[in-house]
């Protein structure tokens, strides 16, 4: 089944950090350029950073720039999102999913910024 699983979510302080992960079953992420997209309640969904395939070359929403870190393990077929200094607008469900052909959002995980 070919499908995405987020997961590393949870609550953190003002300053924090936090390490989110993206394992892809029936495909290989090393092959397609992979995104980190968030929903903040009442937003819509935005872009926050995304790898490519080769040479793995990253781009970020300014929001983030700096602070976030997206990188990849083909050997864990994974896609992780490092998260440091957070803020309280990094508020948000997260998700991951290919830029080309995505598939069917899944679940998300939920981050949650507050002292």
């Known amino acids: 089944q070919v499908q995405l699983v987020e997961s590393g979510g949870g609550l953190a302080q003002p300053g924090g950090s936090l390490r989110l992960s993206c394992a892809a079953s029936g495909f290989s992420v090393s092959t397609y350029a992979m995104n980190w997209y968030r929903q903040a309640p009442g937003k819509e969904r935005e872009l926050v950073a995304s790898i490519i395939v080769s040479g793995g070359s990253t781009t970020y929403t300014d929001s983030v720039k700096g602070r976030f870190t997206i990188s990849r393990d083909n050997a864990k077929n994974t896609v992780y999102l490092q998260m440091n200094s957070l803020k309280p607008e990094d508020t948000a469900v997260y998700y991951c999913?290919?830029?080309?052909?995505?598939?069917?959002w899944g679940q998300g995980t939920q981050v949650t910024v507050s002292s």
């Open positions: 999913n290919r830029q080309y052909r995505p598939l069917s």
